[in-house]
């Protein structure tokens, strides 16, 4: 079998996605691109003396490869992967897939003309306890989801802020408190099989947790938000939340009983049945310690507990066998849709706001010209608030 060309976008941290690819020994880098060169050297040992480097997308993108990883800007996927798309390339982007909603339309549509495969990167959904919930959840003994959880806390230092926010207009800095929620919502999603529907949200500002330059706008520190499920049950998840101390945790609260990952320690599951409700042989509460069921030494060398080992073997593994990814284009967008249209919830006092069915030509095409952005456009120009303290200042 020919090894599968991969080409990177990105090399800071897509330099991690170099790596996997190695370790799986089914891919290997052909092409790296970045426009500032000194980040090549992040990239560099897990190139071969094949790999090509670029500074222009469209040189590299046309340089001959199967697949790409998307890991440049937060905030700049969305134009990248239609390209891609429209050429026939395989796509692995990172989040988020889209900042707008015209943009997750932009992706579905050319997602649907394309015989390549679109696939975000959410690595959180491949933790050993996630996968063992999906299982466990699939089994039925706990029935139907009532009520879930999932939180993403990373607080970061003033130094290490400013070290992955270069300048004052880098998407870091511009980030709303909701946006970056796929490391809350999508382990959700896979372990019940389901998608939102609509989401109410409230963002929190917090003046012990001010991290930003001068100069930069006041950010909100975190942002909750309820996701009213397609199957009738409902998920608290955060954005990227930075209160103290860093973690994730998620659980599913269902009719019979309940799972959870332990906090602090993410690869351990506490499973817990009603007293009248156990399976035979079942205890009635337990916690386990959750190892991976196959490559664990090579899933160890990588990083979010193996995550990003597990989502580019899947990826890889779903171009070689024609399959569908479980986080393609539609449940891709609907987690764009959960940051984008939570952030006008919490900006218009929790106001429930409905997430289109992307498969739905008729649905989504009511949003397809929506460019509501609190990032620059190619233009400069910022059309909506990225912060509630800026609100004033937009139509909004
Ligand atoms: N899933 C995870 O656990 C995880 C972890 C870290 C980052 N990420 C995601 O990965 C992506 C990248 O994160 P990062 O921390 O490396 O970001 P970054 O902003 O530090 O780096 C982006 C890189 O892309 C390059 N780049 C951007 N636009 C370019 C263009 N048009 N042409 C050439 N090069 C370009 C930049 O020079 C830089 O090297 C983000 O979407 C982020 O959300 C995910």
């Known amino acids: 079998m020919d090894k599968l060309k991969i080409g990177i976008f990105g090399t800071r941290r897509g330099a991690d996605f170099a790596h996997a690819a190695e370790l799986t020994g089914k891919a290997y880098v052909s092409a790296v691109c970045d426009f500032e060169e ?33 890991t440049n800007y937060f905030n700049q996927h969305a134009k990248y992967a239609v390209k891609a798309l429209e050429k026939g390339i395989h796509v692995l982007s990172e989040t988020l897939p889209a900042v707008t909603m015209a943009e997750c339309v932009d992706i579905c549509r050319a997602a649907e003309k394309s015989k390549a495969i679109y696939m975000l990167a959410e690595n959180y959904a491949y933790f050993s306890t996630v996968e063992k919930m999906t299982e466990l959840y699939k089994g039925k003994t706990l029935g139907g989801a009532i009520y879930a959880e999932g939180e993403y806390v990373h607080p970061m230092s003033y130094e290490e802020y400013v070290h992955y926010t270069p300048t004052s207009d880098h998407w870091r800095a511009l980030m709303p408190s909701g946006y970056y929620m796929t490391h809350s919502l999508a382990p959700l999603m896979k372990i019940i099989d389901d998608v939102p529907v609509a989401v109410n949200a409230v963002s929190i500002y917090s003046d012990d947790l001010r991290q930003e330059r001068d100069g930069e706008p006041v950010k909100d520190v975190a942002s909750i938000m309820l996701c009213s499920m397609k199957g009738g049950s409902v998920a608290r998840v955060t954005g990227w939340a930075k209160f103290g101390g860093h973690g994730n945790w998620y ?19 506490r499973l817990l049945y009603n007293k009248w409700e156990m399976p035979e042989g079942a205890e009635q509460e337990s916690v386990e310690k959750i ?19 597990y989502v580019t073997l899947d990826f890889i593994d779903c171009i070689l066998e024609g399959r569908e990814p479980y986080f393609n284009a539609y449940r891709s967008c609907a987690m764009s849709a959960v940051g984008i249209l939570g952030w006008r919830s919490s900006l218009h006092n929790g106001e429930q706001y409905k997430i289109p069915d992307f498969s739905n030509e008729e649905e989504r095409k009511a949003y397809e010209n929506d460019n509501l952005s609190p990032f620059p456009d190619e233009n400069g120009n910022i059309n909506y608030p990225c912060t509630k303290y800026e609100a004033d200042k937009f139509d909004i």
């Open 291 to 309: 190892e991976f069921t196959h490559d664990r030494e090579k899933g160890e060398q990588c990083g979010h507990a193996g995550g990003d080992y």
């Open 251 to 269: 659980r599913i609260a269902c009719a019979k009983g309940s799972m959870e990952t332990v906090r602090g320690d993410q690869d351990s599951l």
């Open 38 to 70: 000194k980040h090549f050297d992040n990239i560099r040992k897990f190139c071969s003396e094949e790999t090509q480097y670029f500074s222009d997308f469209d040189e590299f993108i046309d340089s001959g490869m199967d697949a790409v990883v998307l």
